[in-house]
């Protein structure tokens, strides 16, 4: 694929972090300024940390981002949240709104 969707329209905005938080992890607020991951199935994620360091997490909440998701998510709009794994799934009731452009090896790249 000759595509590429990285940084487009990304909005990225600092929190503190919870210590286990890790770049790539997908995040849910959790208090005043404050992500942990989003780790529980069902889990409604508000972005993607890109980077973590001294106890703050860059979130990217809107834009085009790489995260890891379920093998069965297919390309489309669709409601998605974390799974059992940690992953981004579709889900049939709940969940965030995203595009998702392209599904290959594990990775997928979504519009938040």
Do not use: Y
Request: aromatic residues 4%; glycine residues 14%; hydrophobic residues 50%.
């Amino acid at each position: 694929m000759n595509v590429a969707f990285e940084g487009i329209g990304a909005v990225v905005a600092t929190f503190d972090a919870a210590e286990d938080v890790q770049p790539g992890d997908l995040v849910k607020v959790t208090g005043n300024g404050r992500v942990e991951k989003a780790a529980a199935d069902g889990d409604v994620f508000a972005g993607v940390a890109i980077s973590v360091h001294a106890g703050e997490a860059a979130v990217q909440v809107a834009g085009f981002v790489q995260a890891a998701c379920a093998g069965a998510l297919s390309v489309g709009t669709q409601a998605v949240a974390v799974d059992e794994t940690g992953k981004v799934a579709s889900v049939e009731t709940g969940g965030r709104t995203v595009t998702v452009a392209a599904v290959e090896n594990g990775s997928c790249w979504m519009l938040l």
